[in-house]
């Protein structure tokens, strides 16, 4: 796993608070109303608690696999960090997942929301979560289709009990993230959701402009990412 220094995360981190407070302040919001998630798949331990030390709180990794090797030590060091799975996730890995993670951004589909349920209720644990919209419809994507977005919430609230409070999205590469996030933040506000889980390092600026509640930023803040051969939790469409 990649190691940055910890200047270079503090400043990193700095750079993002700050860049943070300008949108909101561009958006008439308070800077408290952004939950900032650093991303920190492919970064070692030495990193995260670097950015613990700088008052970092929340987290984001994108395997299960590698939170399950990375995060117990560090939640036992660190009990008050919230760690958030913000990359898809496979209905085996369900149990891990609800075990792991405080915040589940990647629900996406009927049998996944069946085994977080069957587990929630097995482990007596309740983690936040996150339905995922392919705000896009990109074949490539993982998300519920915006049309479909509606029942299947419906589902996830009467059917299976989750406790689901926001809409997590990836907007197309290369299109203007505005209108994505906007449709975004319309199918939340009929619905009744408050959470919007929307911008990376790219575009978190934007998201926040157009609502976004939580931003998730990996690069700015611990830099480029060299990648390793992918855990075996991940499905080949998401290699």
């Not at 008439?28 to 952004?34: E, I, L, N, Q, S």
């Not at 990794?61 to 995060?71: D, L, M, R, S």
């Not at 929630?120 to 995922?132: A, G, K, L, M, W």
């Not at 790219?202 to 060299?226: K, L, M, P, Q």
Request: hydrophobic letters at 40%; glycine letters at 8%; proline letters at 7%.
């Amino acid at each position: 796993m990649s190691t940055p220094g910890g200047t270079g995360i503090a400043d990193g981190l700095t750079r993002v608070r700050e860049r943070i407070a300008a949108a909101c302040a561009r958006a008439g919001r308070a800077p408290t109303d952004v939950r900032l998630i650093a991303a920190c798949k492919t970064f070692g331990d030495d990193a995260v608690r670097s950015a613990i030390a700088c008052g970092q709180s929340a987290f984001g990794e994108n395997y299960v696999q590698e939170a399950k090797a990375k995060w117990p030590a560090l939640k036992e060091d660190h009990p008050q960090t919230e760690l958030h799975l913000i990359g898809p996730l496979q209905s085996n890995k369900a149990r891990e997942a609800v075990a792991l993670f405080d915040v589940i951004h990647s629900l996406d589909r009927p049998s996944l929301a069946k085994a977080l349920s069957r587990q929630c209720d097995s482990q007596e644990r309740r983690p936040v979560i996150f339905v995922q919209v392919n705000i896009g419809a990109e074949p490539q994507k993982s998300g519920v289709l915006p049309q479909e977005a509606d029942a299947f919430l419906s589902s996830c609230r009467d059917l299976y009990g989750l406790n689901v409070t926001g809409l997590m999205c990836i907007p197309p590469a290369g299109e203007p993230p505005e209108a994505h996030f906007d449709h975004l933040a319309k199918i939340a506000a009929r619905n009744g959701l408050t959470e919007l889980s929307m911008g990376m390092s790219s575009d978190y600026g934007v998201a926040i402009e157009h609502g976004a509640t939580c931003v998730r930023v990996g690069s700015a803040i611990f830099g480029n990412r060299s990648y390793p051969t992918p855990p075996s939790d991940v499905p080949l469409s998401a290699q």
